[in-house]
């Protein structure tokens, strides 16, 4: 035997006896297993936001299910039973399809014209009687439901689905309380049949069900169907044209995919645009191809492609556990968070959320975005407690390795003092958030770097912290609520955090929220600042203190944008006398940057003239530069930045020529203009009616040109633009000739009065012709455009028939380089 410390067996002893009396307790109230909740660990997320919406021709394999479960709910409204509750449970782990099958069977139209009213609605983890059951009376009565109270809410309920058929479905279920399901059933007992169509990974959600259950335990795909969805994502090109190396391997990697839908997307996502065999056989040969009967399935797959990606794209997808599940998320908003915590540039940013995308499928073509729930899950399994959200109304412990905390919509009260490891604090966006002690959250912050606080309401101590932050990079503050701006307690620290009085000392500041500076001289210390937007340069700055923000002496200063216009939402308005233009122009002089900024946004700019360092060919690294509403007659001379990659034009209201001047100061010189410009857009040069003729060797790597509401532009150089590729016209009422581009692939022309004459000997790569012009006619030359396979014709009511060798010319989809994938035709 071996002996055991006095004090270890005290302490056993106790605890078997308040497990003793737990149990008491259980007896006593005839409580079961099922009673209690199972929750999920808090770093294992479960669902993603759904809805109802599927496109039915990408769905491989799933066409017997859906026969199988439609079949099934249509005879179920044939049976005359007393309970018109009936549930039917789509049963499978994470990744095979449950949600899809759920939305083909809601979209059939035999099971749509047989019920009355349908509502589908995304459970995810909180099963929220209440706020489940204000959705569904939202979806039958077609408008939004502002109750709260779960009584009110099933009585409306219940009062709109009386003796009615009705629909539900609810997605990705996990509770497993009977109690719930029961309160939640009550008002659907009233009508003539409820039909509940449920998806969860967990059987046990099922068997708890108090009335009629069908399972539906879902299958993987069969080999047929699961080469079949492979090859419609990892191949960019027809099957028959794909090296037999490639086709051996990819069944092989199919095999081991074990027919997981999301496996075998996120694989051939992953695979895409590879093409060394090499790769391919080192994806078959992983060792983390060891797949069980279980959620976790799908976690290696998703790890490998992890394990594929570069180190900082590795860190990206880590801090995106920052953010909870179901969030609706920004793609600025995630490249802001990339670049608070990777420091990279904000381009390098988009071309790594095109990566997030293609090899995890988290993003879609839209500006929101839902992150799928195995993304989540793996984001939370890596991060090892590195970055932690803190998402409750009750005190928090943070633990001491957190280094990155985010803080949700509904965290409230004390916040633990912050371990000394932190180095940045987040509120995340449309997140309402009030800390009331501060001052021990920020006790050990001196070695913080990031600190965001959107729509935060300050607590009075926060800004007597701020000059102590001196390792603090980037700061930003947003939407502060008017009612705490109003409140004369908030005013005396309102100035600091605005003014920011002590920036002074945050000598190591990267980034800045916009700010409207009543001392810009403080900005003199900031010599590490890599992004700054000064707000309100146009009420009066002095122009001496100007001159000692010594922003010329800032070599680190990458991003900087200036704002002579007299108000923003995100600025505390001051009253300010409005200086004259000359002002405006001797401010922008003193303002000079390092030459190694990157990007210029210069708006509401007054001066007629601008100042001389706009365009001096000492800038090598600027890359971006943005004018918007400037008053000047003409443009700067922008042809000498060797480096400009992208130039945009906005809302230039007095500039009526484009002349050479804007290319070079001397018109002798025979150089090249704007080497690197990549993309060039004008919008909203009402009056500018001519753009001069340019030489042949201005905009040799130009590739796309925008030129929007420009109502008398005549003409544009005829000069050939050898490397425009994208071309795009809207609102130019005057503009009769479009010049010669060889490499065109798209044009789009919109809200011509007059007829564009199109050249087809001039475009012979065009791929995307888009019209909309409403004196548009036909042009028996659009026959020659032999490489067209998209022609959009929207709102040309002059435009004839399309006659029938064109129409077979741009249908025919197989065979032949003349091919069109695309023709859509409205109002012609």
């Known amino acids: 035997m071996v002996a055991v410390p006095d004090e270890l067996a005290v302490k056993t002893r106790k605890l078997i006896e308040k497990f003793q009396e737990i149990q008491c307790y259980s007896d006593n109230f005839s409580l079961s297993e099922n009673d209690g909740e199972r929750r999920l660990a808090p770093d294992i997320g479960c669902s993603w936001k759904t809805s109802s919406v599927v496109f039915e021709q990408s769905i491989l394999g799933r066409e017997n299910d859906k026969e199988f479960i439609v079949q099934k709910l249509l005879s179920i409204g044939d049976d005359n039973v007393a309970d018109p509750l009936y549930v039917m449970a789509i049963v499978g782990m994470g990744g ?3 949600t899809t099958l759920a939305q083909l069977t809601y979209n059939n139209p035999r099971v749509s014209s047989s019920f009355n009213d349908r509502a589908w609605v995304c459970v995810s983890d909180q099963f929220d009687v209440s706020n489940i059951t204000r959705c569904i009376i939202a979806a039958v009565k077609r408008e939004k439901c502002d109750l709260s109270e779960l009584c009110d809410l099933q009585e409306v309920l219940q009062d709109e689905i009386k003796g009615k058929k009705i629909l539900i479905v609810l997605d990705d279920v996990w509770i497993e309380r009977t109690d719930c399901w029961e309160l939640f059933f009550m008002p659907m007992r009233r009508t003539k049949l409820c039909t ?3 998806t969860t990974r967990s059987e046990k959600v099922a068997e708890l069900m108090p009335t009629r259950t069908d399972f539906y335990n879902l299958d993987c795909l069969d080999h047929d169907e699961s080469w079949l969805l492979f090859t419609k994502v990892a191949f960019t090109i027809d099957q028959g044209n794909v090296p037999l190396g490639l086709v051996e391997i990819g069944r092989a990697i199919v095999q081991k995919c074990k027919g997981l839908p999301l496996a075998i997307k996120t694989l051939g996502s992953m695979l895409r645009y590879e093409t060394a065999e090499e790769r391919w056989r080192e994806v078959l040969d992983s060792k983390l191809w060891d797949l069980e009967q279980a959620r976790n399935e799908v976690l290696p797959s998703l790890e490998l492609s992890y394990k594929h990606m570069p180190i900082y794209l590795k860190r990206c997808l880590v801090s995106l556990s920052l953010y909870p599940k179901d969030y609706d998320i920004n793609e600025l908003e995630v490249i802001e968070l990339w670049n608070y915590l990777i420091s990279f540039k904000v381009i390098e940013m988009m071309t790594s959320m095109q990566l997030e995308a293609k090899n995890f499928n988290g993003f879609d073509d839209d500006d929101q975005h839902i992150m799928h729930d195995l993304i989540h899950d793996l984001a939370c399994f890596l991060s090892t407690g590195e970055f932690f959200r803190l998402d409750g109304d009750t005190f928090v412990e943070i633990p001491q390795k957190a280094r990155y905390i985010s803080i949700q919509d509904g965290a409230s009260g004390k916040i633990s003092v912050a371990p000394p490891s932190l180095r940045a604090i987040l509120v995340l966006p449309r997140a309402t958030v009030y800390i009331d002690n501060p001052k021990e959250l920020f006790s050990n912050c001196e070695k913080l770097r990031v600190l965001v606080l959107d729509q935060h309401r300050l607590g009075p101590a926060l800004p007597d912290f701020m000059g102590r932050l001196k390792l603090l990079r980037h700061l930003k503050f947003e939407s502060l609520e008017e009612a705490d ?16 009085h002590e920036i002074r000392c945050l000598m190591n500041l990267h980034t800045l ?3 409207h500076f009543t001392h810009i001289k403080e900005l003199r210390s900031l010599n590490e600042i890599r992004e700054l937007t000064i707000t309100g340069l146009g009420v009066g700055l002095n122009i001496d203190d100007a001159k000692e923000a010594l922003l010329h002496t800032k070599r680190h200063l990458q991003f900087l944008r200036l704002d002579f216009d007299n108000y923003s939402e995100e600025m505390v308005w001051i009253s300010y006398d409005s200086p004259n233009n000359n002002q405006n122009l001797q401010l922008l002089e003193c303002l000079r940057p390092h030459c190694s900024l990157e990007e210029l946004i210069i708006t509401d700019y007054k001066s007629p003239k601008y100042p001389s360092w706009l365009g001096d060919s000492s800038f090598m690294n600027l890359t971006q530069v943005m004018l918007s509403s400037c008053r000047s007659q003409c443009l700067p001379t922008l042809g000498h930045l060797r480096s400009l990659m992208f130039l945009h034009f906005h809302n230039m209201p007095l500039v009526q020529h484009i002349g050479q001047e804007f290319c070079s100061h001397s018109p002798s010189v025979k150089e090249g203009s704007f080497p690197s410009l990549e993309e060039l857009v004008f919008n909203e040069m009402t009056v500018c009616s001519e753009w001069s003729e340019v030489n042949n060797c201005t905009f040799p790597c130009l590739c796309t040109l925008k030129i929007c509401r420009a109502y008398r532009l005549m003409s544009l150089p005829l000069v050939p633009f050898m490397s425009l590729t994208s ?34 000997q001039h475009l012979p790569l065009l791929r995307k012709l888009h019209l909309s012009c409403d004196n548009l006619q036909y042009c028996d030359r659009l026959t020659e455009l032999s490489c067209l396979d998209e022609l959009k014709l929207l709102g040309c009511p002059k435009f004839p ?5 064109l129409r077979q010319q741009l249908q025919t989809l197989l065979g032949g380089l003349k091919i069109l994938k695309k023709l859509i035709s409205k109002n012609i």
């Open 727 to 760: 071309l795009e016209l809207d609102k130019c009422y005057s503009l009769t000739k479009i010049p010669a581009s060889p490499r065109l692939r798209k044009l789009r022309i919109r809200c011509a009065t007059t007829s564009i004459s199109i050249e087809p």
């Open 96 to 98: 095979l399809g449950k």
């Open 801 to 805: 028939p399309i006659p029938g060798s």
């Open 485 to 500: 701006i109003d409140d004369p307690s908030f005013r005396p620290y309102m100035y600091h955090i605005k003014g920011l």
């Open 513 to 515: 929220p916009p700010i």
């Open 196 to 198: 509940i169509i449920v």
